[in-house]
């Protein structure tokens, strides 16, 4: 767009109203520099990196992340805390044997 000639506010409000993604790491930074974009045009594009930053919900808080699972499950069993059921052995945590076909426990195939 620079290279083109569009004026800087067009840039701008481009930038502001479209889902962006920029290479704003130091070698970009200097690419950009030496292309000859304003630091107008710059600061723009480093708010909006930063707005879908802060717009993204955080990693910890969101509960489809796959680590969720991998805390609860540790080498094929259970982690502690979970009740006390172990889904290999064939019982039940109340110590009921769930044998093949039985609806009191999990099948073993």
Partial sequence: MVKSGLPD??????????DTQFD??????QALSQSG???????AMLAAESK????????AD?????????RKFVRGKFAAGN???????GATAS??????????????I
């Fill in 52 to 59: 879908k930053k802060d717009a993204a919900p955080p990693v």
């Fill in 83 to 89: 009740a006390g059921h172990d889904p290999d052995d």
């Fill in 24 to 29: 704003l790491s130091s070698a970009g930074l």
């Fill in 37 to 43: 974009v304003s630091n107008k045009v710059v600061r």
């Fill in 95 to 108: 110590g009921r044997a769930g044998a093949n076909g039985s609806s009191l426990g999990p099948k073993k």
């Fill in 62 to 70: 969101n509960p489809a992340t796959p680590d969720t699972f991998s």
């Fill in 9 to 18: 506010a067009t840039i701008v409000n481009t930038i502001a109203t479209s």
